[in-house]
């Protein structure tokens, strides 16, 4: 027992910092705004040690499950996070852009800082590093699919048609997301994995996952289940605090957004960069581009549907500024998966254009 709270030690800090928040919350509050802040400081670093322990266990069931099914524990449980820590601010909070700017903010952080991060560091240790093709060109069109019709279209429908339009994405979303996961992990499951891509496109057939590896299933995903619920109840305080931290400071509106997009894709993040640094850019690629997938396409029918359930619009359309850069991203993308090889230089770009979204982020547009 010593060796397994010691292991998980961050799970147990988080779980100290919600036994202590969420009964005292109200007197945080009542103490002032200095006392707000630090105590939505100290909140989001345990949600983040929450968060970076789920990230382990759910690499821990991406290796017994293997490809494609690893990558898709990995994005699927930094969704979750996601949609915990969204679902409950928004409870909290009256901006109707609050899930725009995150999926947003989530967006450039995991194709312009994950990805080009990755590939900047990975190209300056080894060079060009190869990956399957077909694995970025599917993930590339399939975000901007997800992204044009839940949060460019939206710009054209009128106010009053926002529940008919809302409707639509869930649908649209939904079976997209469906479709794509079932070719995923049938016909087109050699997309997703490099060791595929050296043979001929032979159809990959999943092996069954033996019975004592569903044993060992187990454990991780109990740990990932207490993380999670850990997480929103750090997040039903953080969320509070942040508020009256924040209020009347100025600061940029997107900074709350950013925090909950950085909390869910900073795991990410490190286990994107460790596969970078070990010459294994395949899993940066499904991570990057997965994860960005996933937070558009399920992300958006959960909060629209939540929306429609309380009959509190949201807003989705992205504003110019976000417009092109997601745009400028998504283009900068296309052109660099084309041949299947990442290098330092197509690390950069995608990299200056995060620091763009940074400035951007600064200057409050």
């Not at 010593?2 to 919350?25: K, N, S």
């Not at 001929?200 to 187990?218: D, G, I, Q, S, T």
């Not at 499904?286 to 549907?305: D, F, M, Y």
Request: aromatic share 6%.
């Amino acid at each position: 027992m010593p060796a397994l709270i010691r292991q998980e030690i961050f799970l147990v800090i988080a779980a100290m910092a919600a036994a202590i928040g969420f009964p005292f919350e109200h007197s945080i509050l009542e103490a002032g705004q200095a006392v707000s802040m630090a105590a939505a400081v100290a909140l989001i670093v345990a949600i983040l040690l929450a968060s970076v322990r789920v990230a382990h266990h759910a690499e821990e069931l991406a290796e017994r499950v293997g490809e494609p099914y690893g990558t898709m524990v990995l994005t699927l449980s930094a969704v979750l996070v996601e949609v915990v820590i969204l679902a409950i601010m928004m409870s909290h909070t009256s901006s109707p852009t609050l899930v725009r700017d995150t999926i947003y903010s989530a967006v450039m952080l995991d194709i312009n800082a994950l990805l080009g991060l990755s590939a900047l560091l990975g190209g300056l240790r080894h060079g060009e590093q190869p990956y399957n093709v077909d694995s970025g060109n599917t993930y590339i069109v399939m975000i901007l699919t997800a992204i044009g019709v839940s949060m460019v279209l939206p710009s054209f429908i009128p106010s009053e048609h926002w529940r008919s339009y809302s409707l639509f994405t869930i649908v649209v979303m939904v079976l997209m997301y469906g479709l794509f996961l079932r070719l995923q992990t049938g016909r087109h499951s050699y997309f997703f994995s490099y060791s595929y891509a050296q043979h001929a496109k032979v159809h990959a057939v999943a092996e069954p996952v033996p019975p004592c590896a569903e044993r060992k299933l187990a454990l991780p995903i109990s740990f990932m289940a207490g993380g999670i619920a850990l997480i929103g109840v750090l997040s039903e305080v953080m969320s509070r605090t942040l508020d009256a931290g924040l209020a009347g400071s100025g600061v940029p509106p997107i900074v709350a957004p950013l925090i909950v997009a950085t909390l869910s894709a900073s795991p990410e993040i490190l286990t994107a960069m460790r596969a970078a640094l070990a010459n294994r850019m395949q899993p940066v690629v499904n991570i990057a581009l997965g994860a960005s997938l996933s937070t558009v396409i399920l992300t958006v029918p959960i909060i629209e549907a939540l929306a429609l359930v309380t009959g509190q619009p949201i807003h989705m359309a992205l504003s110019p500024s976000q417009m092109v850069m997601v745009f400028i991203t998504l283009i900068v993308a296309m052109v660099n998966v084309h041949d299947g090889e990442t290098n330092a230089i197509e690390g950069m770009t995608h990299f200056v254009l995060f620091l763009a979204f940074l400035m951007l982020a600064v200057l409050g547009v």
